[in-house]
């Protein structure tokens, strides 16, 4: 059973508004029921653990949850958030057993006294509104923002430069603690070092020890052509500063596309209603309408065309996203009743309809006759 493959609130039993807590005690209920040591030798119940451990990892972060609820498994595949190619990487759940020993304790065995890794920095979203016509043609984009980065007086140590750290009084430098709860003996991050084992003899003034200042810094981002509302952009490192100098996290673009005044979007294809005269809609003609590049497109109007014909013209939508080709613009057309009429051009329409047959329109003259059979004449 994969973690990539089954709804991470489905591992847990839990419903998709529950709360931490709840979250919580539904992980602790499944990890005992399907620890390795509690099942020697059973790979289902090895890879079930697995799986649960992996959502409990998501649900238990906010920043995770909320992207998983939104995008589900896609969030943290092909270098999503906290993730590589194919699923969850380990680097981002951190070492399976470790995260049970940080709930249960070494009460089932295989516990070491490693010390907490330092962790990546969070990562962070920012929101881009671009129009229509960036859309399409990609823009270079600057952007400012506010941003944890590696203090520079202690390049990222927390400590004042030419001191030093030392092994924590309080764990003995393992990282840990542990206290004993009814059954169960559960080890938890110490308090005093925050699971490092050590603590920093003089911390720096700029950071106040964590290594990292908040400043504002200018980032230019690259849109390129085709984007549209929901494309996500990746900005490796650009992220915070991971706490004394550990990795940064990333940066992720969300891109929104302003509405258009003239053209909607479905996918690569444009759309556009364009009303013509009924005169035009009868007699025919050929348009030009200019596409989002600046080309001019013919649009032959064939005689006889009924509002909401669609007319496509090859090539004349949006660029495909890191692709080739264009996809097509939609021509959508509107037949238009004249709402004034001159006296000259009202003689000449009754004119017109003294000389109408009912073949000019098919379709309204089998209707009248559809209703005469159905009701008798």
Do not use: W
Not at 209 to 223: A, H, N, S, W
């Amino acid at each position: 059973m994969s973690a990539t493959e089954i709804d991470f609130y489905e591992l847990l039993e839990v419903s998709r508004d529950a709360d931490d807590r709840t979250i919580k005690s539904a992980y602790r209920k499944m990890a005992m029921k399907y620890h390795p040591d509690r099942n020697p030798g059973d790979a289902e119940a090895e890879a079930q653990f697995k799986a649960c451990s992996a959502a409990y990892e998501v649900l238990k972060d906010p920043q995770k949850r909320a992207a998983y609820d939104r995008y589900g498994h896609a969030a943290f595949q092909q270098g999503g958030m906290g993730g590589g190619p194919g699923g969850f990487g380990q680097g981002d759940f951190g070492d399976i057993g470790d995260i049970f020993e940080t709930i249960f304790g070494s009460a089932f065995g295989g516990g070491g006294a490693a010390r907490q890794q330092p962790r990546r920095g969070a990562d962070l979203r920012y929101d881009m509104e671009i129009t229509l016509e960036e859309a399409f043609h990609g823009k270079t984009s600057q952007i400012e923002i506010e941003v944890s980065q590696t203090c520079d007086t202690c390049n990222g140590s927390g400590a004042t430069p030419g001191t030093g750290t030392r092994g924590c009084n309080l764990c003995g430098g393992i990282g840990k603690v542990r206290a004993k709860q009814g059954f169960f003996v559960v080890e938890r991050p110490c308090p005093n070092c925050h699971g490092r084992g050590e603590v920093i003899e003089d911390p720096c003034k700029a950071c106040r020890g964590e290594g990292r200042v908040d400043m504002p810094q200018t980032i230019d981002v690259e849109i390129p052509p085709g984007v549209d509302t929901g494309t996500r952009i990746r900005l490796s490192g650009k992220g915070e500063a991971g706490p004394r100098g550990a990795p940064p996290g990333d940066l992720y673009i969300f891109v929104h596309v302003r509405q258009h005044s003239v053209y909607s979007r479905e996918g690569t294809t444009l759309i556009t209603r364009i009303p013509i005269s009924f005169t035009t809609a009868a007699l025919g003609d050929t348009l030009e309408i200019p596409d989002l590049g600046g080309e001019s497109r013919s649009v032959k109007i064939p005689a006889g065309i009924q509002s909401g014909k669609q007319l496509r013209v090859r090539g004349g939508g949006m660029p495909v996203l890191q692709g080739r080709g264009r996809g097509d613009l939609v021509v959508e057309i509107a037949v238009e009743t004249p709402t004034r009429l001159s006296k000259e051009q009202k003689e000449l329409l009754e004119q017109f309809r003294a000389t109408e047959t009912g073949d000019e329109c098919p379709e309204s003259r089998g209707f009248f006759d559809r209703l005469k059979e159905a009701f008798g004449g």
